[in-house]
């Protein structure tokens, strides 16, 4: 599968950052309530159904809260919908009903994207995250690189507010529109790190995710067309109009789609390599434009 399963736990870094603020013993007794929903949870199938219900006490504010939480992750949406946050990168990243969950294997292509921004220090990198969902990979560029001036930006109005509240707080500006479309024309030439996160699962294969994904999860964000690549063909044809000498272009892919992206951007002028995370099992494209590079036409 191109994109790996909504995990039965936070799909980043939300249980350490969790276990990290409740220090249970494994020896310990276990709480009564903790007790039920480890009952629930596991009726329901859940895999990870104590640090889930670790998860879920940690965040509920009332014992009726958790309640709720619990019956509400039974019934089948991600437990990051139920919590309201995804841990990624260190950081609690806010996410609801409707938008696609940051998975772990995204914290690569964060974290190839702050490396490169860090590079164009002192001066402030121009980045900008094209299908930026809740904002997460923005988020944790702007954490990592404050002085960096960034734009992100989605199709899915869902998103968009989510991204806001994500990105707005930590001075990035988050716009709505068909990639591209949405940014503003003065950008054009001016980008120094250029993120993609575009949906990659093949249209026949979006039926055969898990249920969270599949029931819960915006199909914009999941259907990458016939062969999961239509939005990053798209994205490295644009590229080289919008990137500034230099700049570089970053797209999550599959393993198996990797030689299929790296053609389209070597056709779209860019020059391409491929970074495997072996801990992740995630690969990142970037594509770079030249320095001496003019401007495209067209």
Request: proline content about 10%; overall charge negative; hydrophobic content about 45%.
């Amino acid at each position: 599968m191109p994109v790996p399963p909504v995990s039965s736990v936070p799909s980043a870094t939300g249980i350490d950052s969790a276990s990290a603020e409740d220090p249970a013993s494994p020896d310990a007794p276990v709480p009564p309530q903790l007790a039920v929903l480890v009952a629930r949870l596991r009726a329901a199938g859940c895999v990870f159904a104590e640090d889930e219900a670790r998860l879920i006490l940690a965040t509920a504010r009332t014992p009726d809260e958790a309640t709720a939480m619990a019956v509400r992750r039974a019934s089948g949406p991600p437990l990051e919908h139920v919590l309201g946050w995804a841990g990624f990168l260190g950081l609690r990243i806010a996410v609801g009903p409707g938008v696609f969950v940051p998975r772990r294997r995204t914290e690569f292509l964060a974290s190839s994207a702050v490396a490169l921004a860090s590079r164009r220090l002192p001066a402030p990198p121009v980045v900008v995250d094209l299908c930026c969902g809740s904002g997460a990979v923005g988020a944790a560029v702007l954490t990592a690189v404050p002085g960096a001036a960034l734009v992100v930006s989605d199709i899915d109005p869902t998103a968009v507010r989510c991204a806001r509240r994500n990105v707005e707080p930590l001075g990035g500006r988050v716009l709505t529109g068909d990639l591209f479309d949405a940014l503003p024309t003065a950008l054009r030439g001016r980008v120094d790190v250029l993120i993609a996160n575009v949906p990659y699962v093949p249209s026949n294969e979006v039926a055969l995710l898990p249920g969270e994904a599949r029931d819960h999860e915006p199909l914009v964000a999941l259907d990458g067309g016939a062969d999961g690549l239509d939005v990053l063909r798209r994205v490295a044809v644009g590229a080289p109009h919008w990137l500034g000498p230099g700049g570089v272009l970053l797209v999550e892919t599959s393993e198996t789609q990797a030689p299929h992206a790296v053609a389209a951007f070597r056709r779209a002028g860019l020059g391409a390599q491929v970074r495997v995370c072996d801990e992740t099992q995630a690969t990142v494209v970037l594509g770079t434009r030249s320095a001496g590079a003019g401007r495209p036409i067209g």
